[in-house]
């Protein structure tokens, strides 16, 4: 579509819609996708009958594919359109990436095969531990972690390490976080046995600052001996850049603390900046995220991490390592300070392809132009939506932009309402209520991958919604949407407060 | 008419001897949007000013109660837990999560009165 046909389209999209029961409801009995002849003999263990006795619902291949394929049409996924949603990187996943995952040579390796027989695998890996750590600066680099939660859990269990091999963990037991931080960060470090204090970022324009984060770092001993660590997101979730982490990490290192980074906003720095530069010790990445690879029920996700050259021996086992011409796992014996295995193998093989293919076909000079054009469209969302809706921070932004429902609460509209109003005009919403440290927040992330008639035609379809919020019954037309989609507005409070978790006939 | 005393952080204190209601303002309930769970401490607990006293969570997000002053709680609101609207009658009624015995009446000073809060919103929105 060129940019005129996609103007002209904007906000003319309609659901299609397939009204779908529940298997049990389509369940006729006396069906069933496979059935073989009893072994004689034998108690009967499968077949039509037992199925009846155990309740599954009866029904043959083609209505249980039919189903799912029915269900499916209710999805929104990157593959379907603009998917804007803040700190998740949404962009586009290649098909090269399925491709080379799906050669047979990767696709078809069982993790237990002798490594004599899986040396191309391996290297796959070995290369992929070398790209990260080449592009944080961080020399070692795990692997296994299964997503950005694990991978966070991961990072923070390296520092408890640390800290418990130099012993210590007894009086280091506080972890600082600014209150902007993933609410996985203070979940981690409660995870991993720590106090979390939180550093307000309410008076120093959504950035954390020098004076408030000495403050938290000597409020309870005058040299910091209590700090574990710190856990920042860089550039944080208001889509800032935090222009004193130097300092601050430099601050934390005197005081003997190490310096988690969450790498989920990793993709408006790879290739420009190393977060090793600025006094991380240890990172994790979204490779979901950053590098492409499928978020959610088409993943699974990937969570590796990059350590300082001091935090490396501590960090999970295993990793590839090269010997001569030969790659082969490092064994928790020849690293004995390690925090052990997090998780059965190597991690996500699959994912590792993807991700490696990305970076390869990218290359170092295309990864830049990624972090680059990342930036320069949330910039581009900011400048042309700023005048419809409350920017809370001036710009320029980094990856994502935030922005407020403060103009059309006078109208009575909120930011759900602009949320469920999208849906209608067939754009999966922006984060919302994310960060917690404004009212009514929505956080906007476009990704390098959406074309300028993209965010043209979605920059036309928000300012539509702004002006109906202002008009003539905006708060009723828009407290009713959405009108097209299979479900109109769900009752959360009620999910909540009354879960209904098991089918009853 | 009741007097109810603020905090920065939303909480709001009806005062009755040296017993503090403790809820959560106006503006708090209308950030938060309905409540569908709260969480609430042990009785006889001791708690800090600035310490968490119950765990208030919403469809959208989950908030930290703190309190607004140093001492012990002596009762909690265990009807609010099955009758989440009462967050919205007044601190004095219904409203109240937790009752604390303040060590300090003296303390209580150092809250914000309604005018002071109704200045301090206008600052922060």
Redesign the interface.
């Known amino acids: 579509m060129n940019e005129k046909t996609m103007m002209k389209n904007a906000g003319k999209t309609k659901g299609l819609h397939y009204e779908e029961p529940l298997l049990w409801e389509y369940s006729q009995g006396g069906n069933c996708g496979v059935d073989w002849p009893q072994a004689e003999g034998r108690e009967p263990r499968t077949g039509v009958p037992e199925r009846g006795k155990i309740g599954l619902p009866s029904l043959s291949e083609p209505e249980v594919l039919r189903h799912y394929v029915r269900m499916s049409t209710w999805n929104y996924s990157i593959d379907h359109g603009f998917f804007p949603l803040g700190s998740c990187t949404m962009k586009h996943n290649p098909r090269l990436n399925e491709k080379t995952a799906r050669l047979p040579g990767f696709a078809h390796i069982h993790p237990l095969q002798p490594e004599s027989t899986v040396q191309g695998a391996l290297e796959l890996m070995y290369e992929l531990q070398s790209w990260l750590s080449e592009l944080t600066g961080l020399p070692g680099a795990c692997l296994s972690p299964s997503a950005g939660a694990h991978g966070e859990l991961a990072g923070m269990m390296t520092i408890r390490r640390a800290h418990e091999q130099q012993g210590n963990i007894a009086k280091r037991r506080v972890i600082l976080t600014p209150d902007s931080s993933h609410g996985t960060n203070p979940a981690t470090a409660v995870m991993c046995g720590f106090e979390v204090r939180s550093i307000s970022t309410?008076e120093t324009g959504g950035r954390l600052g020098v004076e408030e984060f000495k403050e938290a770092l000597y409020r309870t001993d005058p040299m910091g001996g209590d700090v574990a660590g710190m856990m920042v997101t860089n550039p944080n979730t208001c889509g800032l850049f935090e222009r004193d982490i130097q300092k601050i990490a430099d601050l934390l290192h005197e005081a003997g603390g190490y310096f988690y980074c969450d790498g989920a906003n990793f993709n408006a720095l790879v290739g420009k900046v190393r977060p090793g530069d600025f006094g991380v010790d240890v990172m994790h990445f979204n490779l979901h995220k950053t590098f492409s690879t499928p978020h959610g029920g088409g993943g699974p996700g990937s969570g590796p991490i990059c350590c300082s050259e001091e935090l490396s021996r501590y960090m999970p086992v295993p990793t590839v390592v090269k010997e001569g011409d030969s790659y082969r796992f490092e064994t928790a014996e020849e690293r004995p300070d390690t925090l052990g295995t997090l998780k059965a193998f190597a991690g996500q093989f699959g994912i590792f392809v993807r991700a490696l293919t990305y970076m390869k076909s990218m290359g170092a000079d295309g990864l830049k132009q990624v972090a680059e054009d990342a930036v320069l469209n949330a910039n581009y969302l900011l400048s042309l939506l700023k005048d419809d809706y409350h920017a809370p921070f001036e710009g320029p932004c980094m990856h994502e932009c935030l922005l407020t429902d403060?103009v059309q609460k006078e109208f009575d509209v909120k930011t759900l309402d602009i949320a469920k109003t999208l849906i209608e005009y067939g754009y999966h919403p922006m984060t919302v209520?994310f960060p917690?440290v404004l009212?009514g927040t929505m956080l906007i992330e476009p990704t390098e991958t959406e074309s300028k008639a993209e965010l043209d035609a979605f920059v036309a379809t928000m300012k539509e919604i702004a002006a109906q919020a202002a008009g003539e019954n905006g708060h009723d037309k828009l407290h009713a949407m959405p009108l097209s989609s299979p479900r109109r507005r769900l009752d959360?409070?009620k999910a909540?407060?009354n879960p209904i978790l098991k089918y009853v006939d | 008419m009741a007097e109810f005393r603020y905090t920065k952080d939303h909480e709001c204190i009806y005062v009755e001897g040296d017993v503090a209601y403790v809820g959560i303002s106006e503006h708090a309930q209308d950030a938060l949007g309905d409540l569908v769970y709260i969480e609430l401490p042990e009785v006889g607990k001791r708690v800090e000013k600035g310490g968490d006293v119950a765990v208030v969570e919403s469809v959208k997000t989950a908030a930290e109660v703190y309190a607004p002053v140093d001492g012990e709680i002596v009762a909690v609101n265990e009807e609010m837990a099955d009758e989440l609207e009462f967050v919205s009658a007044p601190v004095n009624e219904n409203g109240w999560i937790v009752k604390i015995k303040v060590a300090d009446p003296s303390a209580l000073n150092e809250l914000m009165d309604e005018a002071e809060y109704a200045e301090y919103l206008k600052e922060v929105d």
């Open positions: 309410s403060k209520y917690l009212h959360e409070v909540a407060r």
